[in-house]
């Protein structure tokens, strides 16, 4: 061998190890930012520390975006509505009151929510899907034991349930059976706990898992285009839905649940004419807004006396008390407080916000789609997104936005998979490069013949 070639081979082993080394410490990176999306801990003008890590790390997380389908979509989307509520904030700030600290909440909230969903596809890319859901939900624990349980809730109710329930669901990523378990588990632990709504999710989510495992003789011939399988699935799930939820209603009425939760749900069916919106009535006040004043209002904008008298309005609309304290105290006390991600959005960036809770939607329901005919639904997806559909109607986004980071990082698949082909459930996680392999399954492992996420 000549000193030429010598020299040639070192230098491409040294390239070699200089990569790999770059490639453990991306890893770490990426880790730690992870891990930072759920944790919850505030800066000043309460801006969540997590913003800061994902950022920083924006040069290497925004060249794995387009790499996903929707990826370049859903990225214009959330620019497009965050200068648009800027601007709202900016022409409204002349006749209302702007809150410089509620502007820098509210803006770092909206960036660490969509950004964060980069995050997690950076983070399927190096590591794959279980690996990045169990260090999101690790972060979401530490952050649920650093700040204890949510005003007068209990600690499961306030803060552990839907960590632990990402933590466990990551723990049995790849094995049906297990899933279906834990998944009924976790139903009845919530039922216990009074979270009545995770508890119907998470049966859902039991049945469709479930589904999945029936004998493949029953879909032979069956082959839906992506248009059809994403109709279909919303139909199913839609339908299941509505079945869970006469279920639920007809158990809680009937005591099957517990006293408490029977005199609860009675009085809030009396009251609203439905459980939801006797649990949930902030949707009335919601609408009443909309109706009144549909541009939005602008990051950081306080409600005026008229904003109070209108929601008043809506909120007796649907037979609600409105001079009980709640609306002046918590709903407008320090801002706008509706209750559910949609209204926030809604709040902050005007219908630009609305497109993109109806985009964040619509890419939930596709991801899900595209799964199951192929039968690789995992439960951790079932989960977050449909948990994900439920707040983005009845839950605020300072509770439910690392779950939405969560679902839709899992949600969109990779520009190369394809939709009729078992390449569909590929994932990125192996330690050999960048592009899917045939046979990589979610987490880089090779497909397990006769089993179902």
């Given amino acids: 061998m000549s000193v030429h070639q ?43 520390l997590g913003l800061v890590p994902t950022l920083a790390t924006a040069p290497l997380w925004l060249r794995v975006v387009p790499a996903y389908r929707f ?10 509505a965050i200068v648009f509520g800027l601007g709202l904030s900016v022409y409204a700030s002349s006749t209302r009151t702007l809150s410089r600290q509620d502007l820098a909440s509210n803006l770092s909230f909206v960036l660490l929510t969509f950004c964060g969903a980069a995050v997690v596809l950076w983070g399927r890319r190096l590591m794959g899907s279980r690996s990045t859901a169990l260090l999101v939900a690790l972060g979401m624990l530490a952050g649920a034991a650093i700040r204890g349980p949510s005003g007068d809730l209990d600690l499961w109710k306030g803060g552990l349930a839907t ?22 588990a976790l139903a009845i632990v919530s039922t216990v706990f009074d979270t009545r709504a995770q508890a119907i999710v998470l049966l859902l989510c039991a049945l469709v898992v479930a589904w999945q495992r029936r004998p493949r003789s029953a879909a032979q011939g069956l082959t839906p285009t992506l ?14 839905g509505f079945l869970a939820y006469q279920v639920g209603t007809q158990a809680l009425v009937r005591g099957y649940l517990g006293r408490e939760a029977q005199e609860r749900s009675i009085e809030q069916i009396n009251r ?83 497109l993109l809770v109806l985009a964040v939607a619509v890419l939930l329901v596709r991801g899900v789609a595209e799964r199951m005919p192929q039968r690789v639904a995992t439960g951790l997806l079932l989960f977050t997104a449909m948990w994900t559909s439920w707040n983005l109607l009845f839950s605020p986004l300072l509770d439910s936005g690392t779950t939405l980071t969560l679902a839709v990082g899992l949600a969109l698949l990779p520009a190369t998979a394809r939709p009729d082909s078992p390449e569909l459930c590929c994932e990125e996680g192996t330690a050999t490069g960048w592009s899917p392999g045939p ?15």
């Fill in 6 to 48: 010598t020299m040639a081979r070192s230098a491409t082993g040294a390239d070699v190890l200089a990569a790999r080394h770059w490639r453990s410490a991306e890893t770490l990176l990426c880790a730690g930012t992870l891990a930072s999306l759920g944790l919850r801990v505030y800066l000043p003008s309460h801006v969540p």
């Fill in 71 to 80: 990826g370049r979509l859903l990225a214009v989307l959330t620019a497009t």
């Fill in 163 to 184: 960590p632990t329930i990402v933590l466990v669901l990551a723990c049995t990523y790849g094995r049906a059976h297990a899933t279906i378990v834990v998944l009924v």
């Fill in 227 to 240: 248009r059809t399988s994403a109709v279909w699935t919303a139909v199913v799930l839609s339908g299941l």
């Fill in 272 to 354: 609203a004419g439905s459980l939801i919106l006797g649990g949930r009535p902030e949707g009335g006040a919601t609408l009443a807004l909309m109706r009144t004043h549909f541009s939005g209002y602008g990051f950081g904008i306080l409600p005026s006396n008229l904003d109070l008298v209108v929601a008043k309005q809506g909120l007796a609309s649907i037979n609600y008390d409105p001079n009980n304290g709640y609306v002046e105290r918590f709903m407008f006390g320090t801002g706008f407080e509706l209750h559910s991600v949609i209204g926030d959005l809604w709040v902050r960036m005007g219908p630009a916000g609305l």
């Fill in 439 to 453: 046979h990589a399954d979610e987490g880089g492992a090779a497909p397990i013949r006769g089993r179902t996420p």
